[in-house]
Structures are given as C-alpha cells and as structure tokens.
C-alpha cells in the first residue's frame, strides 16, 4: 500500500493576483465571520510578504504571525492596523474587483 503525504493547504499560493486576494478579504468583511476575516488578512499578509507588512505596520513579525495565525483572538486595533498596510501596499482601495 502507497503511503499519502498530505501537506497543508496554502490559500496564498493559489492566489493568482491581488485582486483575488482583495476581493476574498471584502467578501470576508461583508459576509463572513471572525475566523473568515483572519484568513483573508493572512493570505493577504503572506501574498504581500511577512516582512513588509511587519515594516508597514510597525509590528514585529513574530507578533503578525500570531495575529494570523487564527490562534489567538488579536485586538481589533491590529486587525485594522493590518488591513490599513494592506491597503497602503495594494491600493485596494482604487482596485475594482
């Protein structure tokens, strides 16, 4: 019998352009819950990279990987802080999706 290796599954290297990932982070704000929130900044965070949002933020990269982690319940402050870099780094704003 062949043993299956099964590997975790990683939202932000199956995403194909920022737009994508923006339009996941919005439905999760509009829809979504909590847990779905978390999940659309991580892959976000991850497709951007740990180190420029952790510049963008001031936060230390240790302490956005908890954030994102979706084990620990962060501080609103930070989510927005989060969002907010993401912002800056990918003109969401301006991005029709």
Request: glycine letters at 4%; aromatic letters at 6%.
């Amino acid at each position: 019998m062949m043993k299956t290796e099964v590997t975790p599954y990683k939202s932000h290297e199956q995403i194909s352009n920022v737009k994508t990932a923006i339009y996941m982070l919005r439905y999760a704000m509009a829809e979504g819950d909590s847990i779905d929130i978390i999940h659309a900044v991580e892959t976000l965070v991850k497709y951007i990279g740990v180190k420029k949002v952790s510049e963008l933020t001031g936060l230390h990269k240790n302490s956005l990987y908890k954030t994102i982690s979706g084990k620990t319940s962060p501080k609103i402050e930070t989510i927005i802080k989060i969002i907010r870099a993401i912002e800056a780094e990918t003109n969401m704003k301006t991005i029709e999706v």
